[in-house]
């Protein structure tokens, strides 16, 4: 296991070319968001933008659009009660899962219209669905953003049995695709084709509800724009970011919100291109 270090972000994080426009950096579409959680799709939405992707729509319950608007001006709204199939096909990344509740038939139908070339993150209630539904996994670029109790229910491996493991389980064949597998707890894990990393980075002040979901939106914003480096460096460098900068605001705060890491996201990330 490798320790997963500041390195990866002069890796990742590059200068923006000057002949470039908004569509250069990805199109990201998040989808989830029932009436009681609608504040995940937000976070989501927020370190999704912050992170620089170039176009954010959010597709969730009509009850958030306003609560979005007024957050986030720069984000698109749909309602995700809508046949979403031609819209996911016109976005590079698609972000699933965050407050979805129990929304199954959303689960499936964005499943369904899921192409090989999208790069497919779940988070959150879409992996709970997904391991009592049974749901076969799409051929896509997976990204899978488990705690360690989603992810005994995906795998079948209890939380102590863990870390010897999930690299067999990810072998076995469960996936269409192997995904990269963010397994967050603790120090983090994550889980590429090649490797594993541990994040030895971040703590307690990060104990705080929607920090999953902020770090899913960062992942969704790194990934859309810094895909070609490899999927798989954007992620390292996504899980990587959102800790350091909690770390930082912990120097002088007691907690750490989820809101003010994305806020900190462009000044961090200008730090690195630079």
Not at 76 to 85: G, I, P, S, W, Y
Not at 215 to 241: C, E, H, M, N, R
Request: some cysteine; proline content about 5%; glycine content about 8%.
């Amino acid at each position: 296991m490798k320790s997963l270090t500041e390195k990866i972000l002069t890796q990742v994080i590059t200068k923006r070319p000057p002949h470039t426009y908004k569509g250069s950096f990805g199109r990201v579409i998040i989808i989830g968001g029932t009436v009681q959680y609608g504040g995940a799709v937000i976070m989501n939405a927020l370190g999704a933008l912050n992170a620089g992707a170039g176009l954010v729509t959010v597709a969730t319950d009509p009850a958030n659009f306003t609560a979005i608007h007024s957050q986030l001006p720069e984000a698109m709204v749909v309602d995700f009660n809508a046949d979403l199939t031609a819209l996911i096909q016109q976005h590079d990344v698609i972000l699933i899962g965050s407050g979805l509740g129990d929304r199954f038939d959303i689960l499936q139908a964005t499943f369904a219209a899921i192409y090989p070339k999208h790069i497919l993150i779940v988070d959150g209630s879409a992996l709970t669905l997904v391991a009592q539904h049974h749901l076969p996994w799409p051929n896509s670029q997976l990204v899978i953003t488990p705690h360690q109790m989603e992810w005994q229910r995906l795998s079948g491996v209890s939380i102590p049995q863990q870390a010897f493991e999930a690299f067999n389980v990810l072998a076995c064949g469960k996936f269409n695709v192997r995904p990269i597998l963010v397994l967050k707890q603790f120090h983090t894990q994550i889980y590429t084709p090649t490797d594993i990393y541990e994040l030895t980075i971040g703590g307690p002040h990060q104990a705080v509800g929607g920090m999953g979901d902020t770090l899913a939106g960062i992942i969704a914003g790194f990934a859309a724009q810094f895909f070609a480096v490899s999927l798989a460096d954007a992620v390292l460098a996504a899980v990587y970011t959102h800790s350091a900068i909690a770390d930082e605001l912990a120097e002088t705060h007691y907690i750490t919100r989820p809101t003010a890491i994305s806020d900190a996201l462009p000044r961090f990330m200008k730090k690195y291109a630079n």
